[in-house]
């Protein structure tokens, strides 16, 4: 089983990243998916989640209207698209999935200057 993250980096406040999550290794496309993320000093918290079929989205408040998360059933990915990003959305972000157990990626650095 692998959840691999990649298309974190550093930008500045405002600007936009997409993540991606490259899964292989169990059912994907019976899987829930998400992402969560961290702060330094801070626990990890959920910041989007995304039913099997992509029918159900959920967003943490803090995110909503800004983030949006898809998957690709077809490929095994998982994304999130980050628009008008802000210091406080600096952290590691790491997909999720749920399918019978949990797996979770390596995770990937995003960091948003002011």
């Known amino acids: 089983v692998q959840l691999v993250e990649s298309g974190g980096g550093v930008v500045q406040q405002g600007e936009s990243l997409t993540l991606s999550c490259a899964a292989t290794?169990?059912?994907?496309?019976?899987?829930?998916m998400s992402w969560y993320r961290q702060a330094p000093g801070k626990e990890r918290e959920s910041v989007a989640s995304?039913?099997?079929?992509?029918?159900?989205?959920g967003y943490a408040d803090a995110v909503e209207g800004r983030f949006t998360i898809s998957r690709d059933n077809d490929k095994n990915m998982v994304y999130l698209q980050m628009n008008d990003l802000k210091p406080e959305d600096t952290g590691v972000y790491y997909c999720?999935?749920?399918?019978?157990?949990?797996?979770w990626g390596q995770g990937t650095q995003v960091t948003v200057s002011s």
């Open positions: 999720h999935a749920r399918f019978v157990n949990e797996y």
């Open positions: 290794g169990f059912g994907f496309k019976d899987s829930f």
């Open positions: 995304i039913t099997s079929t992509g029918a159900g989205r």
